[in-house]
């Protein structure tokens, strides 16, 4: 290792400093690619939502749901870390679906999801949904260039998320609180998360569904139908 190495790892500050300046760079750069998948969806008249929550919490589900239950003409970009498992879901029930894999990363990045549009047929498409990379605190930091963050919470996960995890929920537009059937069971509060995430931002909606019994699932698509382009 060199002094300078060393002199670097050794002082927490520089360090520091160091990380942000090489976060700085790698942001504006995946800023610059989330303007250009920007453009592209602007061009094509598509409209784009990114999904995001903990893993599990019913994002593959909702796109299965939503494939069974609208007419909505649209294809999915699918982030993992590994497995082409939620692509294989989607693709067998007829929907247009492009793997990504991101190995140790945690989150998708633009220059990912321009790679899948090159790789996906875009004409005749209403939307484009991103399954991010399931966790609640890496993707919130990746602009991909989509029109609406929508953040999912399952009521197993608990009522408390919202602001124990603020720099996602601030990021999103809808809130969607899944496995509404199940709330009961886990002394989940609608009114608790509504309230906690309006306090982060006045102006979030939250919709409370089951993909499962097909609650409110309604309430859903007319969101999405409502910001169609
Ligand atoms: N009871 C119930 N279970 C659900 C509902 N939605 C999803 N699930 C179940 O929750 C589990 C996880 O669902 P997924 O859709 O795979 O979750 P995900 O968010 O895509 O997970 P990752 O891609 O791993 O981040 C599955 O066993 C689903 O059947 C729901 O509305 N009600
Ligand atoms: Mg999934």
């Not at 989150?107 to 939307?127: F, I, Q, R, T």
């Amino acid at each position: 290792m060199s002094i300078e190495e060393s002199t670097v790892l050794d002082n927490p500050n520089l360090n520091g400093a160091k990380t942000i300046a090489v976060m700085e760079r790698a942001l504006a750069s995946n800023d610059k690619n989330a303007l250009l998948n920007r453009r592209e969806f602007d061009k094509k008249g598509i409209l784009a939502i990114n999904l995001m929550s903990s893993p599990g919490s019913g994002k593959t589900t909702l796109l299965e749901a939503t494939a069974k239950r609208s007419g909505l003409r649209f294809a999915v970009v699918e982030g993992d870390m590994e497995t082409n498992r939620d692509a294989d879901r989607l693709i067998k029930l007829g929907v247009k679906a492009y793997q990504i894999t991101t190995g140790t990363a945690c989150h998708l990045e633009a220059d990912m999801v321009k790679k899948a549009l090159e790789n996906l047929e875009l004409s005749d498409l209403d939307v484009i949904f991103v399954e991010n990379v399931g966790n609640l605190v890496c993707p919130a930091s990746y602009e991909l260039g989509t029109h609406l963050n929508v953040v999912l919470l399952s009521t197993p996960e608990g009522d408390d998320k919202v602001l124990k995890y603020p720099v996602m929920f601030r990021k999103a537009d809808l809130v969607l609180i899944t496995k509404s059937e199940l709330a009961e069971l886990f002394d989940f509060s609608f009114d608790r998360v509504r309230d906690e995430a309006r306090k982060l931002k006045p102006e979030i909606e939250t919709i409370a569904l089951s993909a499962k019994t097909g609650e409110n699932f309604e309430r859903w698509l007319a969101y999405v139908d409502s910001h169609l382009h």
